[in-house]
């Protein structure tokens, strides 16, 4: 069906996958959090329209969940199906935190039924919010385990490699690995970051189209805080991810900063072309500014790509990967920040502009583009290793020829739960307006808008 070789047609559906399941799992990961916010600022303040928020934002995440479940399970398959060679010489290694990240989503799963059918069913409103403790741990625990797989890749350690064979298997030193830190910290704050984005551009839209509502001003309030609280600590972990990187893939920082000799006061690159000869042309040279990425001086010798075989140097296109996550986390703080600043401004009771809005409408696909950039510069910049310094991607695909097959079957069905899901969310917001649900709720101001 396909003319490519099994090695190409499995790093594509591989990264098919990745490229559906990484945004619901982002949304699985950092949703819950800002459900237990809106419901404990509705118990704590005696507010109605913030109790009402995590209810509605409980009933979309559901949905988001079940399609997650179905791309994260095919993740699973794909690993033992087309890379079979990484499974057998490091399954070992990595068992662990993938019999764990197993038990996390069944205490996320558990506890997310157990509270969506339990709203009003304690006199202590405030037991009813407990519930989601688990939800948030269990999210944040099932992030932190399958991460720590992808963590091991980048920077392996707890095993002896002999004759082809990893022994001598330490799983906990495998999976607290060196990666393991910076990586989580950055999986789980921008997953918070999109999913503040996300809900904060709902709440944009709504008023954008004049429904001047409290409950939507409260909801735009509260997600466009959580957003720049996050946005802010995503940019300080991504400082500490660039000097993990000039410490332990140093390659993949040079190719994603087109830094080809080793020197201190090197600067950093934005944009450009590179010809031939490995020059770069047009590009905005910010002297000392990726010394000072890699260990906090201008005096950081940072390591170039000459210093590494070129069969071993990462593909340069990470460079614009690497490029545009950067300007988007900037405006990801920007956008926000500018929100939050206008409480001072004067006029401000006349309402939001029309341009701050739709620039809060943009924070959540501009989040999920940045995620997505994230990711493929993390497997793209790991690149020509799938386990860096020991198994190289090519020695660890399948040879079937069956890929091509499978590639359209997962292609069509990720088509159909996509649809789907926008179906499904429209269908079940549309079938029941806010206000009309504020009115049966007899929650004061359900008539307005």
């Known amino acids: 069906m396909f003319s490519m070789d099994p090695v190409m047609l499995s790093r594509i559906l591989t990264g098919l996958t990745l490229f559906v399941h990484i945004n619901f799992a982002a949304i699985g990961v950092g949703v819950p959090l800002i459900i237990a916010l809106a419901e404990w600022r509705g118990i704590t303040h005696k507010d109605p329209h913030y109790s009402l928020l995590a209810r509605r934002w409980a009933r979309g ?24 060679t990484f499974m057998r010489v490091a399954g070992q290694a990595i068992a662990l935190p993938l019999f764990m990240e197993t038990f996390a989503f069944f205490i996320e799963a558990i506890f997310l039924g157990i509270y969506l059918y339990t709203w009003e069913r304690f006199r202590r409103p405030a037991l009813h919010l407990l519930l989601l403790i688990p939800v948030v741990l269990g999210a944040f625990s099932s992030a932190f385990f399958i991460t720590t797989v992808n963590a091991f890749m980048n920077t392996p350690q707890g095993f002896t490699l002999e004759n082809g064979v990893f022994t001598n298997i330490d799983p906990i030193k495998a999976m607290f690995n060196p990666g393991t830190p910076t990586k989580v910290s950055h999986v789980l704050a921008s997953s918070l970051t999109m999913s503040a984005g996300l809900l904060a551009g709902i709440a944009a839209y709504s008023l954008l189209r004049g429904r001047n509502h409290p409950y939507f001003k409260k909801a735009l309030k509260l997600t466009v805080t959580c957003a720049f609280v996050f946005a802010i600590s995503t940019a300080v972990i991504g400082d500490f991810s660039g000097k993990f990187l000039a410490k332990y893939q140093p390659e993949k ?17 934005f944009g450009g072309i590179l010809d031939e000869n490995n020059e770069v042309k047009y590009a905005l040279h910010i002297p000392y500014a990726l010394s000072i990425l890699a260990g906090s001086t201008t005096n950081t010798k940072v390591i170039g790509l000459e210093d590494f075989p070129k069969e071993n140097w ?9 490029d545009m996550k950067v300007t988007i986390g900037v405006l990801l703080v920007l956008i926000p920040l500018l929100f939050l600043l206008r409480s001072k401004f004067p006029g401000r009771k006349k ?42 991607v090519a020695d660890a695909a399948t040879t079937s020829p069956h890929v091509g097959s499978m590639l359209v079957l997962f292609i069509i ?33 359900g008539s307005q808008g």
């Open 413 to 445: 069905l990720y088509l159909v739960l996509c649809v789907s899901c926008i179906y499904v969310l429209a269908k079940l917001f549309r079938n029941k307006d806010v206000l009309e649900e504020m009115r049966e709720r007899g929650i004061e101001g």
């Open 61 to 84: 995440f559901v949905i988001s969940v079940a399609v997650g479940v179905v791309t994260g399970t095919s993740i699973g398959l794909q690993l033992s199906l087309l890379w079979p």
């Open 253 to 269: 920082l040079a190719a994603a900063e087109w830094h080809f000799k080793t020197m201190e006061k090197a600067p950093l690159i």
């Open 351 to 392: 309402g939001y502009p029309k341009w701050l809005l739709i620039g809060i409408l943009s924070l959540g696909p501009l989040a999920m583009v940045s995620i997505e950039l994230g990711w493929m510069f993390a497997e793209i910049g790991r690149q020509p290793w799938i386990v860096r310094g020991y198994m190289k």
């Open 314 to 322: 990462p593909p340069l296109l990470v460079h614009y990967m690497f």
